[in-house]
T-cell receptor, first 109, second 115 residues
Framework: GQSLEQPSEVTAVEGAIVQINCTYQ??????LSWYQQHDGGAPTFLSY????GLEETGRFSSFLSRSDSYGYLLLQELQMKDSASYFC??????????FGAGTRLFVKA | DAGVIQSPRHEVTEMGQEVTLRCKPI?????LFWYRQTMMRGLELLIY????????DSGMPEDRFSAKMPNASFSTLKIQPSEPRDSAVYFC?????????????FGQGTRLTVV
């Protein structure tokens, strides 16, 4: 089967750093993406890792370890507007993208 | 570009009725995806097309669901007959598959309620 595991909820304070982990088990693997979704909105793309290592985009960074089937999203200098759901997604065989169940991030003042 | 455009934004229908959801992908994108999102099941991939051809429809729940992509700028997802358990937000997404980056651009979704 195919599965992606990520925590259901994370709470952090404004200005802090938070890490959202994702482990996956899929029949094919081309890369790991992260998406953000605010309540009532559409998922929006944050990052994509095809190779091992850290990718940095502003306050957000994403890491991948293919040998461990593991990745994480790191959010720094948290802001209230970062409160949202964050999904990891695997680009599996045939360009199919499978999403995890999502992690709901609550940022407190 | 206006992004991925879906219509309608909201649909309320009675059980047994036919429902058609519409999607206009971003011009130049060669892949289109239909997803369904519910609290219980999260984001599920229903079907995806590459160059207007259905590649994988293994996520389509049953024969009541069908999807078409008659040309590069239009796709439909049809449910006939609809049932209350089909109530969900349906997203269409498009991307340009073939490069390193596989960013998918999502439409704003259609919130379907079947009563």
């Amino acid at each position: 089967g195919q599965s992606l595991e990520q925590p259901s909820e994370v709470t952090a304070v404004e200005g802090a750093i938070v890490q959202i982990n994702c482990t996956y088990q899929t029949s094919g693997f081309y890369g790991l993406s992260w998406y953000q979704q605010h309540d009532g909105g559409a998922p929006t793309f944050l990052s994509y890792n095809a190779l091992d290592g850290l990718e940095e985009t502003g306050r957000f960074s994403s890491f991948l370890s293919r040998s461990d089937s593991y990745g994480y999203l790191l959010l720094q200098e948290l802001q209230m507007k970062d409160s949202a759901s964050y999904f990891c997604a695997v680009r599996a065989g045939g360009f199919k993208t499978i999403f995890g169940a999502g992690t709901r991030l609550f940022v407190k003042a | 570009d206006a992004g991925v455009i879906q219509s309608p934004r909201h649909e309320v229908t009675e059980m047994g009725q036919e429902v058609t959801l519409r999607c206009k992908p971003i011009s130049g994108h060669n892949s289109l995806f239909w997803y369904r999102q519910t609290m219980m099941r999260g984001l599920e991939l229903l079907i995806y097309f590459n160059n207007n051809v259905p590649i994988d429809d293994s996520g389509m729940p049953e024969d009541r669901f069908s999807a078409k992509m008659p040309n590069a700028s239009f796709s439909t997802l049809k449910i006939q007959p609809s049932e209350p358990r089909d109530s969900a937000v349906y997203f269409c997404a498009s991307s340009l598959v073939g490069g390193v980056n596989t960013e998918a651009f999502f439409g704003q979704g259609t919130r379907l309620t079947v009563v």
